[in-house]
């Protein structure tokens, strides 16, 4: 027998608080959704009944979005943020990116929105600087170049 280990996901707590909101919602809906689908196949003909096939959809997404985050939240693991003053979950970090600043707020595995400016630390910067402290120099590699990133502040 071949027993998988867990892979646990990493959550700020503010994340992770997102995500059970998120799935209680979600789980709230269900019920309005699986009377949608007994009205639809009341209707007749199944085959051709839109609204039932949409409403089955419906559900379908409903119930792979539970069952998704449900291991997320039964795998999920809350990091807490250190005060070593090293890169890690939950820091906010000012780079001197090519001459400019810029910062990059660490969240969770599934947080990232680059746009917002939070990065995961298994983003291509995040693996570079994971650890890291003030005032060294990474080069990263991405899909666009190397960048070269000073690290001026850590909070």
Not at 5 to 18: A, C, D, S, Y
Not at 27 to 35: D, F, G
Not at 69 to 89: D, N, P, R, W
């Amino acid at each position: 027998m071949n027993i998988r280990p867990i892979h646990h996901t990493r959550f700020t707590k503010t994340g992770f608080e997102k995500l059970q909101k998120e799935y209680e919602e979600l789980k709230a809906q269900r019920p309005a959704v699986v009377l949608d689908v007994q009205k639809a196949r009341e209707l007749g003909d199944l085959k051709e009944n839109g609204y039932y096939q949409a409403s089955k959809a419906k559900l379908r997404s409903i119930d792979s979005q539970l069952m998704r985050m449900a291991y997320q939240l039964k795998t999920a693991q809350i990091v807490q943020e250190s005060a070593t003053g090293a890169i890690g979950i939950g820091s906010t970090v000012l780079f001197s990116l090519n001459g400019n600043d810029k910062t990059f707020q660490f969240v969770g595995d599934l947080e990232a929105s680059p746009s917002e400016g939070k990065l995961s630390l298994l983003s291509p910067i995040g693996r570079a600087v994971e650890g890291k402290k003030v005032g060294d120099v990474v080069e990263v590699k991405t899909p666009s170049g190397v960048l070269k990133l000073e690290i001026k502040k850590i909070s």
